[in-house]
């Protein structure tokens, strides 16, 4: 249990203790598999045992519950009067009371390593356990989540702990469909299944669309540019042989080169073209006068 975020300090608050006996403990049976011993009676040979546990912590549904199996915590008002006896009960309080006052508790952080996908890509799903009784709680639970696409289908993935994490959890999910998708984690514990009740529910989106290839893979192919460089007569240079660019003046043919070029020029552009067209004209209106059609 910490007193302290910092180890250092943690540890000297505790050494201020060190003087305290606790004469009586209510005995207990053992700990349930979810809870987690938050104080435990060492014996003087120096074992401990499920039984000498004095103060656990598990949680239930949505909310928490602490047992404290002492009633002497007023002796933590010695030497440093009731701070740190007040510090205890604030925060037992604020936590046991955290799910009445705010509605919720945020048990878990549900991520995408990305939030925008291609075809063929692989999503990793992560689902981080902020809450230490809920990670212990979950620790031999099969976890899943949820994926949704767009056509309404449904993916299950299962999500397993990490190496050097057990309070995250992460999956892998291969794309295949476009649109948006939704990812949602849910869970009931074994033992609650009958009751149905969900320790959380996180949701979060990601989208599947067509990316362009020019920004997906920015690399140069150098094996196809040398290629077409090749097929058309030039010569392929890049960063490994950028030395062969003070030689190439020299290797450009400079004779004189014919370049054969077809020209098209449109028969109405002609001057005698115009010239015949006034000329039809013309006659048309001489011949409409001498003969009265006017």
């Known amino acids: 249990m910490l007193m302290s975020a910092s180890k250092e300090k943690n540890d000297e608050v505790w050494k201020s203790f060190s003087e305290l006996e606790f004469f009586w403990a209510h005995p207990v049976m053992g700990l349930k598999r979810s809870a987690i011993p938050l104080v435990v009676r060492q014996k003087q040979g120096g074992g401990q045992s499920p039984q000498d546990n004095i103060m656990a912590l598990m949680r239930y549904g949505k909310g928490s519950s602490l047992y404290l199996g002492i009633n002497t915590m007023w002796k933590w008002r010695f030497p440093m009067e009731s701070f740190d006896y007040d510090q205890f009960w604030t925060q037992a309080v604020r936590y046991l009371a955290e799910y009445r006052m705010l509605g919720s508790q945020r048990q878990v952080l549900l991520s995408t390593d990305k939030k925008v996908y291609a075809p063929g890509d692989t999503a990793i799903i992560q689902l981080s356990i902020l809450d230490p009784a809920l990670a212990s709680q979950l620790a031999k639970e099969q976890v899943f989540v949820t994926i949704t696409d767009k056509q309404k289908g449904e993916y299950k993935v299962m ?18 469909r476009l649109g948006e998708h ?23 989106h990601f989208v599947v669309r067509m990316l362009s290839l020019e920004f997906k893979d920015t690399t140069a192919d150098l094996n196809a540019l040398t290629s077409l460089a090749e097929q058309t007569g030039g010569k392929a240079l890049n960063h490994k042989n950028m030395d062969e660019l003070k030689r190439l003046p020299g290797q450009i043919d400079d004779k004189p080169q014919e370049v054969p070029h077809e020209s098209y020029d449109d028969l109405w552009d002609r001057w005698f073209v115009l010239f015949i067209l006034l000329l039809l004209g013309t006659l048309e209106l001489w011949f409409r006068r001498h003969w009265g059609l006017l």
């Not at 999500?159 to 295949?176: A, E, H, N, Y």
């Open 182 to 204: 939704t990812v949602r984690a849910t869970h009931i514990l074994a033992e609650d299944i009958a009751a149905k009740k969900s320790l959380f529910d996180e949701k979060t």
């Open 159 to 176: 999500l397993r702990p990490t190496p050097k994490d057990l309070s995250t959890l992460k999956g892998q999910f291969p794309i295949s």
